[in-house]
Nanobody, 118 residues
Framework: QVQLVESGGGLVQAGGSLRLSCAAS????????MGWHRQAPGKQRELVAA???????SYADAVKGRFTISRDNAKNTVYLQMNSLKHEDTAVYYC????????????WGQGTQVTVSS
């Protein structure tokens, strides 16, 4: 089992920045991919950014150039630096991890609210 705890959400004005953190505990040696997803009201959950244990990253088109995902393997923590925030970035952000050998995200955090005022 892997437990995930997110922090760093909040209210920010458009154009501002926030940094989300997600600390993993438990069987962290099994983690391969760490990712951030988000779900806005009335919309489906979407993958925002992901990073492998080797540091390979991927981003949704909507956040490329504005968001940066990073990972501290020693601390079992993944970060999402969000710059130039837009109103449409408002959502609940979830941290999730994929364990080695899995093809889906296996464990999820409780979510943290990000609200961008326009």
């Amino acid at each position: 089992q892997v437990q995930l705890v997110e922090s760093g959400g909040g209210l920010v004005q458009a154009g501002g920045s926030l940094r989300l953190s997600c600390a993993a505990s438990g069987r962290t040696s099994s983690i391969y991919v760490m990712g951030w997803h988000r779900q806005a009201p009335g919309k489906q959950r979407e993958l925002v950014a992901a990073i492998t244990s080797g540091g390979t990253t991927s981003y949704a088109d909507a956040v490329k150039g504005r968001f940066t995902i990073s990972r501290d393997n020693a601390k079992n923590t993944v970060y999402l630096q969000m710059n130039s925030l837009k109103h449409e970035d408002t959502a609940v952000y979830y941290c999730a991890v994929q364990v080695a050998g899995s093809t889906r995200y296996d464990y999820w955090g409780q979510g943290t609210q990000v609200t961008v005022s326009s």
